[in-house]
C-alpha cells in the first residue's frame, strides 16, 4: 500500500506533515488561544501567505492535526472492530501527547459555536465515534457482557461525556488516572445493563 | 441581610452587574473566542480603558461571570446540603442558560493552560465542586443508598467530567437530555457500590 511519492507532490506532503508537527508544538506549548499562525509560520520557515497555501486558515490546520490523530488512533488500536479495551488503549495513549489532549480539549470547545468554521468537523467526527462505540457496546452484548437493560445511545453519550470531561481534568491535573475512571463507569453501564 | 448600596459604591456595584451581564450576552452570541471587550465596552457606554476599571483583564471579567453563577446556582440548587437531586437540578437548569454553559465549556478548556490567568480560579472551583459532591456520596451512603464498595474520589471525577462532557454535547446538539445521562450515571455507580 506504501506509495512513493516525488516531485513537488512528495515535497508538498512533506511540508504539510512538518507544519501540522509543528502546529500541535506550539499549541501544546502557548495553547490554543495564544498559538500564532505568525510563529508557526516562522517555525516551518514559510510566510503566513506560504502557509496558507497549505491550509487556508488556523481552523483548518487545527482540524486537520486532529483528523491525523484520529486516523493514526483507529489504525492503532480500534481496526478491525473497535472494543472498549481499544478505545481505552486510545485514552491510555492520549496520556502521552498532551499536546494533542491539550488542542482537542480547546478547539472542540471553541467550535461548539454553529458559526465556527471546524463545527462540521466536530459533529462529523461525533459522528463516527457514536458509530463506533455503539459498535463495541453491541459487540459486548452479543458476547453476554452487557446484559439487555442498555440504552445504547444513552450509554454512548456518556462515555464520549466522561472521556471529553476527564480530558480537561487531566490537563488541570495529570495525576488523574483517565483510564481507570472510564473503566469504571463502563462496569457500571454492566451492571445497570443486568438489572431485572 | 440586604444591604442597601448608595453613592458611588452603588453606581459602581450596579455598573458592574451591567459589564457581567452584557459579558455574557456577547459570549452567548459569538462564543469566547470572538467576543471581545471593545464591543462590551461599547454596549455598556463605556470606553476599553473604563470597562478595565472594572475588570482588570477580559479572563478576569470572564471569571467573575462564572463564579457569580455558581453563587446564585449554589443558594437556589445546593444549600444547606448538596444532594444529587440539587446537582441535577444546576444541569437542568443550565439548558436555560446556553450562553453560561458556552462560556464555561470555553473558558475552562481555554484556562486548563497553566499560565493562563484564570487557571488558579478553576482550580480552586474544581476542588470546591469536588468537596460538594464528596459530601453528595457520603450523605448517600449514610442513607444507605450508596452502597461500601465505592470510590468517592473516583466517583466524583467521573460525575464531573460527565457533566462537564455533557454541557459540550448539549452545546453541539441541544437535544441531549444531560439530566437523564446523569440519572443513568448515578443509577451506575449505585449499582456498582453495592456489589459483593
Known amino acids: 500500500m506504501a506509495v512513493v511519492k516525488r516531485?513537488?507532490?512528495?515535497?508538498?506532503?512533506?511540508?504539510?506533515?512538518?507544519i501540522l508537527s509543528v502546529a500541535l508544538e506550539v499549541v501544546a506549548a502557548k495553547g490554543c488561544?495564544?498559538?500564532s499562525?505568525?510563529?508557526?509560520?516562522?517555525?516551518v520557515g514559510l510566510t503566513q501567505a506560504g502557509l496558507m497555501h497549505h491550509?487556508?486558515?488556523r481552523e483548518e490546520l487545527?482540524?486537520?492535526?486532529?483528523?491525523?490523530?484520529?486516523?493514526r488512533d483507529h489504525e492503532m488500536f480500534f481496526a478491525p472492530d473497535p472494543t472498549i479495551e481499544g478505545f481505552l488503549a486510545v485514552i491510555a495513549h492520549n496520556a502521552e501527547v498532551p499536546g494533542l489532549v491539550r488542542l482537542?480539549?480547546?478547539?472542540?470547545?471553541?467550535?461548539?459555536?454553529?458559526?465556527?468554521p471546524a463545527h462540521a468537523f466536530f459533529l462529523e467526527r461525533y459522528a463516527w465515534l457514536r458509530d463506533g462505540l455503539s459498535g463495541v457496546i453491541l459487540r459486548a452484548q452479543d458476547a453476554g457482557v452487557i446484559?439487555?437493560?442498555?440504552?445504547?445511545?444513552?450509554?454512548?453519550?456518556?462515555?464520549v461525556a466522561a472521556a471529553d470531561g476527564l480530558q480537561l481534568q487531566w490537563l488541570n491535573d495529570h495525576t488523574v488516572d483517565m483510564v481507570a475512571r472510564?473503566?469504571?463507569l463502563w462496569d457500571g453501564l454492566v451492571a445497570v445493563s443486568h438489572a431485572a
Open 7 to 18: 516531485g513537488p507532490y512528495a515535497k508538498g506532503t512533506a511540508k504539510r506533515e512538518e
Open 33 to 35: 488561544r495564544k498559538a
Open 37 to 43: 499562525n505568525r510563529e508557526i509560520a516562522e517555525r
Open 55 to 57: 491550509f487556508a486558515s
Open 62 to 71: 487545527y482540524q486537520e492535526v486532529l483528523r491525523a490523530r484520529d486516523i
Open 104 to 116: 482537542y480539549v480547546e478547539f472542540s470547545a471553541e467550535a461548539s459555536i454553529p458559526e465556527h
Open 147 to 159: 446484559g439487555p437493560a442498555v440504552d445504547v445511545s444513552a450509554a454512548v453519550d456518556l462515555i
Open 182 to 184: 472510564l473503566r469504571r
